[in-house]
């Protein structure tokens, strides 16, 4: 079956360290990637996506690229800040219609100043 | 703009009692989802609906009853409350390979 598994938290570091969330998946087809970021007392939001093979995703600062030969999709940031702890998570759709988006379990983010 | 909309967001109730939460969502998406997220843990699919008029069960579902009579909007339902069904519920929807939206929660406490 389809599945996500991402490293576990907390993940703790200091500010302007860098920082590797990773993520690997199982997926029967060509799925979607994304990377989804819940901030404290608030709903998850979309942070990037990639919908094919070596596609890189971006978005304030934080980067993953979708390797297909090792079916990963790792989480990148040259330097973090105190405003990035939250939960990351990391989930694939699949374009068939009774496929449903499929979550990991998520990864605490901690920064310290 | 509203996105998805979740109410209410806070309720308490008492063991035994029953209430259901509403998800509407006005991006014609086809599918929706209900999770429940305990302290510190991750998502865990309650139930999901594919279109109008289905329904399927997730890996939680026990205690939970949902509906899909219209495409915009997703039931949730509590039979008999109990203290373990204490969370934060959030609604999602998405179109099959696009991104999910997600509600702002609501958070349940059974007493």
């Known amino acids: 079956g389809n599945s996500v598994t991402q490293m576990e938290g907390p993940v703790t570091l200091s500010e302007e360290a860098f920082l590797t969330i990773n993520c690997t998946y199982t997926a029967t087809g060509y799925p979607s990637l994304f990377w989804y970021v819940q901030y404290p007392g608030e709903g998850l939001q979309l942070l990037l996506k990639?919908?094919?093979?070596?596609d890189k995703g971006s978005n304030k600062g934080f980067e993953a690229t979708y390797r297909k030969e090792t079916t990963s999709f790792h989480l990148e940031k040259g330097s973090v800040q105190v405003s990035d702890s939250a939960v990351y998570f990391c989930?694939?759709?699949?374009?068939?219609?009774?496929?449903?988006?499929?979550f990991g379990k998520g990864t605490r983010l901690h920064i310290l100043p | 703009n509203a996105g998805v909309t979740q109410t209410p967001k806070f309720r308490v109730l008492k063991t035994g009692q029953s209430m259901t939460l509403l998800c509407a969502q006005d991006?014609?998406?086809?599918?929706m989802y209900w999770y429940r997220q305990d302290p510190g843990m991750g998502l865990r699919l309650i139930h999901y609906s594919v279109g109008e008029g289905t329904t399927a069960k997730g890996e939680v579902p026990d205690g939970y009853n949902v509906s899909r009579l219209k495409k915009q909007n997703f039931l949730l339902g509590l039979e008999s409350a109990a203290p373990s069904q204490t969370s934060v519920y959030f609604c999602a929807s998405t179109d099959s390979w696009t991104e999910a939206f997600f509600g702002q929660g609501t958070r349940l406490t059974v007493v």
């Open positions: 989930a694939l759709s699949l374009m068939n219609r009774d496929d449903k988006i499929i």
């Open positions: 990639a919908t094919k093979a070596d």
């Open positions: 991006m014609n998406h086809e599918y």
